[in-house]
């Protein structure tokens, strides 16, 4: 079936730890976002990429770095987990940066104790 | 700052109603707009978008509103069912200068009553 794979589904993790989210498309689509969801608030934007090769900051960027190495792959790392990061991230991909809908994963939820 | 944010954070209507959620965004250079449904534990799905050349859009029993005016959005809901019960949430993409980035609202709950 078509669409956004990631993983893992669900994640305990302690502070201090280095954690890579997954996120895997087969859609052939050149635009990738991660968001993070917090509870009773809307999807803040991570990190993007609009084509393989290149990345750029969203709205919340510090602590997380990302990758873009090829066009069906984007991880999401957290290099040194800290409570604050408690959420649930979803992963998004369109065919074009420029306009179109996004077509979201079914999100990780990550805790760090 | 751009922001987008909804009226209400939860709605509860019976079933049969129709259901309507409001949205209002800041940026007056956003260019097009989707709404995005997102049942527990899911990801969010596409309902249905409207670019800023149009006013009104229609899909099977939802309907989009834009007043560019006063820089709002509605989504309107034909004869809620309770499968509709979800968070909704409205989304807009600033233009170019953006590039093409979404700014999500804080999201609505809609609970559908039998």
């Known amino acids: 079936i078509a669409g956004i794979t990631q993983a893992p589904t669900s994640q305990i993790l302690a502070a201090g730890r280095r954690m890579t989210l997954r996120c895997t498309q087969d859609m052939r689509h050149n635009a990738m976002y991660w968001y993070r969801q917090d509870l009773g608030l809307g999807l803040r934007l991570i990190h993007y990429?609009?084509?393989?090769?290149?990345?750029g900051k969203g709205e919340v960027p510090d602590g997380y770095s990302v990758s873009r190495a090829n066009t069906d792959d984007f991880p999401l790392t957290l290099a040194s987990a800290v409570p604050s990061q408690t959420s649930v991230y979803f992963c998004a991909s369109k065919p074009r940066a420029s306009t179109g809908e996004l077509f979201f994963g079914e999100g990780s939820r990550l805790t760090v104790l | 700052g751009e922001s987008v944010g909804l009226h209400l954070p939860t709605l509860s209507v019976q079933e049969g109603d129709n259901s309507i959620i409001n949205c209002a965004y800041s940026?007056?250079?956003?260019?097009?707009f989707i709404w995005y449904k997102q049942e527990s534990g899911k990801g969010p799905q596409f309902i249905i978008d409207i670019r800023s050349n149009m006013d009104k859009r229609q899909g099977q029993r939802v309907t989009v509103l834009l007043n560019k005016t006063v820089k709002h959005l509605s989504l309107q809901i034909a004869a809620t069912q309770p499968g509709d019960s979800a968070v909704y949430f409205c989304?807009?993409?600033?233009?170019?200068?953006?590039?093409?980035?979404?700014?999500f609202g804080d999201g609505t709950t809609l609970t559908v009553k039998p």
């Open positions: 990429s609009n084509t393989a090769g290149t990345t």
């Open positions: 989304a807009e993409k600033g233009g170019r200068a953006n590039a093409g980035k979404s700014t």
């Open positions: 940026n007056s250079a956003s260019d097009y």
